[in-house]
């Protein structure tokens, strides 16, 4: 164990966890998706790439500044290549400190769709937890011009479909949070999806909207 991991063995036994409880969750398969969670205001831990999230360890984990240098990547691994927008996001806003990559069924069907459909207020949790699930156009995976397709959205919500390509949710508490607000929004795309369906979907009024607020669970 070296010294970054002897310093941040708790956040990084937390990203390894959140990794498993989303491949338990169907929500990553193979080694798609990626997690980060910042431990300094310029240092963020990451999921290396080519590595299953159902079996990351401890050792896996890499870690990276904001402008994408390395600061630490174990033997034979390194940072997934999606880490500019974990970066750009993480650069636009202090309040992030980690950001969940996945590709749920039900709203990657959204994604794919891009309709805009989950931009509505439809249930109270997701309105004062997420906010408008935006989406953000299509760029090719990997690339800068995907990260930069977050400036026009990012200081609007915590939740994001990357059109075409799965779904991006983020926390200003920690990783197992992201976790639970994508898991919020997953349901939510289901209950959505379902009303669909049986015809006649409502969303919530703007008057009620304006009284999210004040509303205390």
Known sequence: MNELQRKYQKEIEELVTACHRCAELNYVTSAGGNLSLRVEENLLLIT???TPKRIMRFEDICAIDLDGN?????EEKKPTGEWP???KIMRKRPDIKAIVHTHPPV???FAIAADGMLEKPWLPEPITEIGPILMVPYETPLSEALSEQFDAVIDDSNGFLMENHGAVFCSPIGIFDAVELLNMAECMAVSVLTAQILGNAKTITKHY???MDQVIA
């Open 48 to 50: 290396p790439t080519k």
């Open 85 to 87: 927008f974990h970066t």
């Open 70 to 74: 390395v600061v630490f990547a174990p």
């Open 107 to 109: 709203l990657t069907g």
């Open 209 to 211: 909207v304006e009284e």
